[in-house]
């Protein structure tokens, strides 16, 4: 029996069955933008493992920081001062316009946190009653109990009701925000732009109009950045296309560089609302996740991922587009920087995957009929073109039959 199937057979048994059936591979090695199965078969990775491998595969400066850390300290506590946390801490501080920062283990934990604090913010200033936080349909901020309270599919599926402190409103909408806002609202939450809905940015007049009700009715506005944040969309934090400052701020996917840690961001006024003990996680931000955050952050800051995500994502989109023009299937092309969605006319997302797979090309789909590029942000326009020209042989197979 092949490994690959072993592996296969092991899941079936005893992994519970979240996933269903997974593409069949299996992955044992990647280097840059390449991974190795277990089979021995290469594929050029452009999802990224859905956008947290911005510094590629075993990145060395990555790889070295988690050894060196590893065989100093993996793990203490947080009833103790560390090192790394206090370090990475300030250099996410530092480097956008968040004064204080919490690590969590994940995008949803973080999430879970800025509820939290949404609501003490209020509750401390003698206003308890405002616990609603106002979220956008097709929004996605984890999958935790609270976090897919915003989502109806989930929500509906584990059974919560949908008072339970959240309402979803329609995106780049603004004379509905304003509607939705009532005394109990205590924040807007919003990934600015949408990733696992198909990549759908917010207009600049919409946020800049979130910005302004928030500012009116004395609101936090909170920006899921765990998707957008760190490069991914050629800024290093997707808020600054936008010209307004949130004032809260989640991150994860990319900042460990694969290594799990998540962040919650605030400036100053919002995050005292937190006093000790009203939040806290027994691995957040512990020595060894900070040091992957360190070097990864280092890495996207200082050895130029930031630009290279918005030349190539630049160059990525006006090449899909290219392909548009040929092609009357793909209706729209969208995205910023290297965070790139196809939009297609028909429902043959999964299709086009899988024979990008079979190909030894990995890519991303979601709904039915959208296709979706989160490569990392080191790629090359050499690695470019080898996904347009297969691309391009998959379209054009397509329309001869
Ligand atoms: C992935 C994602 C999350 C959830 O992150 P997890 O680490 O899977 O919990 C939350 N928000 C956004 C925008 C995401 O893309």
Not at 75 to 96: D, F, G, K, V
Not at 124 to 149: D, M, Q, V, Y
Not at 306 to 314: D, L, P, Y
Request: hydrophobic share 40%; aromatic share 8%.
């Amino acid at each position: 029996m092949s490994k690959l199937k072993e592996i296969i057979e092991l899941d079936k048994k005893f992994y519970m069955n979240t996933f269903g059936d997974r593409i069949p591979v299996c992955f044992e090695y990647g280097k840059g933008m390449t991974l190795w199965d277990t089979e021995g078969r290469e594929y050029i990775d452009y999802l990224g493992g859905i956008a947290v491998s911005a510094l590629g595969h075993s990145h060395p400066k990555l790889v070295h920081a988690i050894k060196k850390q590893a065989e100093k300290l993996i793990h203490c506590s947080n009833y103790y001062y560390i090192e790394t946390q206090s370090r990475l801490a300030q250099m996410l501080a530092e480097n956008s316009c968040m004064d204080k920062v919490f690590f969590a283990n994940s995008g949803a934990e973080a999430n879970e946190g800025t509820i939290k604090l949404a609501r003490l913010y209020f509750k401390r200033k003698g206003l308890p009653g405002k616990t609603n936080i106002i979220t956008l349909e097709k929004a996605f901020h984890g999958r935790t109990l609270a976090t897919t309270i915003p989502d109806e599919n989930d929500s509906q599926k584990t059974g919560q009701s949908h008072d339970s402190g959240f309402v979803s409103i329609p995106m780049n909408d603004l004379e509905k925000m304003s509607r939705a806002i009532n005394d109990s609202t205590c924040a807007i939450m919003v990934e600015p732009i949408q990733g696992e809905s198909g990549v759908n940015p917010a207009s600049i007049e919409y946020i800049q109009g979130l910005r302004k009700l928030c500012d009116d009715h004395g609101i936090l506005l909170i920006f899921d950045e765990v998707q957008s944040g760190l490069g991914r969309t050629g800024k290093l934090f997707a808020y600054q296309h936008f010209g307004v400052e949130p004032d809260i701020m989640t991150l994860a996917k990319a900042l460990g560089g694969g290594f799990p840690i998540g962040a919650m961001c605030a400036k100053d006024f919002a995050a005292s609302a937190f006093e000790a003990g009203d939040h806290g996680s027994t691995f957040g931000g512990n020595p060894l996740a900070c040091s992957a955050g360190l070097a990864a952050l280092d890495v996207i800051i200082n050895d130029g991922l930031v630009e290279n995500s918005a030349q190539r994502g630049e160059y990525l989109i006006s090449q899909l587009n290219n392909l548009k023009e040929k092609y009357p299937v793909i209706r729209q092309v969208r995205g910023k920087g290297l965070m790139v969605g196809m939009e297609l006319t028909q429902n043959i997302a999964k299709e086009l995957k899988d024979l990008c797979f079979k190909r030894g090309i990995l890519i991303g789909s979601v709904e039915e009929n959208i296709l979706r590029f989160l490569p990392p942000l080191i790629i090359e326009n050499k690695d470019i073109d080898l996904l347009i020209n297969v691309l391009d042989d998959i379209f054009s197979g397509l329309e001869e039959i």
